[in-house]
Each structure stands twice: as structure tokens, then as C-alpha cells.
């Protein structure tokens, strides 16, 4: 029985209908597209990228934050969008002005029931984790692995920003019966947070193994195809979990997979503790920088 019950539980297709009704939810930001078209372009100047990116301050200086990342192993510091352009890539921007977007289009105002510094931090820490793991197994240089790790909860900013009571609904489950968010979130929402990232990812065209990969982030084992991306999302997903004891309450209570573990090629709970404990300093330097 839910505690603290402020709504009713909302039905699933309820849900269904009211995302369907929110027009940003199939509306790419004009700022994105215009940076897209750019990078895109044939022949395009690293000037004329870095001077689109440039226009919005808050990405730029979150453009900057992870380049730097412990993850990324640079070798000196990246002090402008251009000299990250140079080092990391055009794509790799690509792929961080694309998730950081989003996050920045669905974020709600911070209170007492999520705080927003919190949850782009855990954002952050996923998805330089899942793109350095993703490495680290061999499976690949981890780009859509950091898009994954990256966007893996947005379906939580969205219920917190759009099905506001609800969010308090579960938010106080979770804290007054020690509750598996995910379990509640289930009973009064009827869908859970990464079926709605599904649904904005999906309608935005990503590719379909990555929003499948963020589907079955919480239980990759479940997935029919191959595992190794939600496995590697659920990973570092963990391990973040692990070292921040309890401090993002949405994963309080993360029961790790194990089935799943075979997928990116471990054979025991004692390996991702091992894992754990080789990037807790890196980890622990990237919260510094946030």
C-alpha cells in the first residue's frame, strides 16, 4: 500500500496520452538542430562549429567539464569549444551538445523532491563511466554508450517536471518504506522512467539498439539482442550507486544483474567490485570538477 498518497496512480495509457501531449517531447530544440545541421556540414570550420555552440554559456562550460574528465585521458586541459573540437572530435561534440540539450530542455526547477545539481552530476558521472567501460571491456571506443549512460534516467527529470504529484507520491514511498523507486515508481505511474526516456529518445530518432539499451538499463538480462551496451549502462550505473552510497535516492536499493554480467565478458560480482574500486578515484575527481 503506498504511504503519503497524494494522487491517485495514474493509468499507464493516461501517461501515454499526456506525454504524447507535450509538444517538446517531439520537438527537437531549435539550438540543437541548428548546432546539428552544422556539424553535419561538409567541409564545416572548426570556427564555424564552436561559434554555434558558443551561443548558450551553460552548454559550453558543461562541453568543457567532461572533456576534462579523468575518462577522457587528455593530456592537457581543454580550455575552449575549439580546442575540444580539435582533441576529442567533432563527433564526441556531437554526441555531448546532443545529450546535454536534452537534459537542459527537460530539467524542472530543484526542491526538496529532486535536486537538479544532483541529477545532472549522476548524468555526468554514468556517462563518462559507461563510455570508459565500455572501452575498457574492448567492446568499442563508447560513444553511444555515453549517450545511454548519459540520458539513462531522463524519464525521472520528465516525471518530476510533468507528473509533478506523482513525483512526490513516490519520492515519499521511497523514503518512508525504504522503497525500490523503480517498484513504485511502477505502481503509480504505471510505466516506469525508462519507458519514457524510451519515448522521447525513440521520437527523436536515435538509434534503435541504444533506446533499447536505455529500455533495459535496470535489468539488461531481459533484452532479446545484444546486451553488451544496457549491460555496460547498468554497470556504471552501479558502480556510481555503489561509491555515492545512497546519495541519488532514485537508485537506493540497486540490485545488480547478474545474469547480465556475461555479456561484456565478467564472470563474477568480485570483478565489478574490482571495477569499482580501479575508477572510485576517478570518480571522485569528476565530482570535484562539477
Known sequence: MIAHKITEPINRERVKLILMSIDKLSTVPEFLLDVLNTLD?????????????????SIVTKVLAIANSPFYGL????????????????????????????????????????????FWEHSFLVGNLAKKLYADLG????SEAFIGGFLHDLGISITHKYFHESFISIYNEVFTNNANYAEVEGDIMGMSHQEITMHLID??????????????????????KDKSLATVIHLADYIVAALN???????????????ALENVGLNSVEEVYALKDKYKDSLSSVLISV
Not at 556540414?41 to 554559456?57: G, L, P, S
Open 139 to 142: 567492446l568499442g571506443n563508447g
Open 41 to 57: 556540414k561538409e567541409n564545416v570550420t572548426i570556427a564555424e562549429a564552436a561559434k554555434k555552440i558558443n551561443r548558450d554559456q
Open 245 to 259: 552510497e545512497d546519495k541519488y535516492f532514485w537508485d537506493m536499493n540497486f540490485t545488480l544483474d547478474l545474469e
Open 75 to 118: 593530456y592537457r586541459k581543454v580550455a575552449s569549444v575549439e580546442q575540444a573540437l580539435m582533441v576529442i572530435g567533432f563527433r564526441e561534440v556531437k554526441n555531448i551538445v546532443t545529450t546535454l540539450t536534452i537534459l537542459e530542455t527537460f530539467k524542472n526547477k530543484s526542491d526538496k523532491y529532486l535536486n537538479q545539481k544532483e
Open 203 to 224: 521520437k527523436w530518432n536515435f538509434p534503435v539498439e541504444l533506446c533499447q539499451s536505455v529500455l533495459f538499463h535496470h535489468r539488461p538480462s531481459k533484452m532479446n
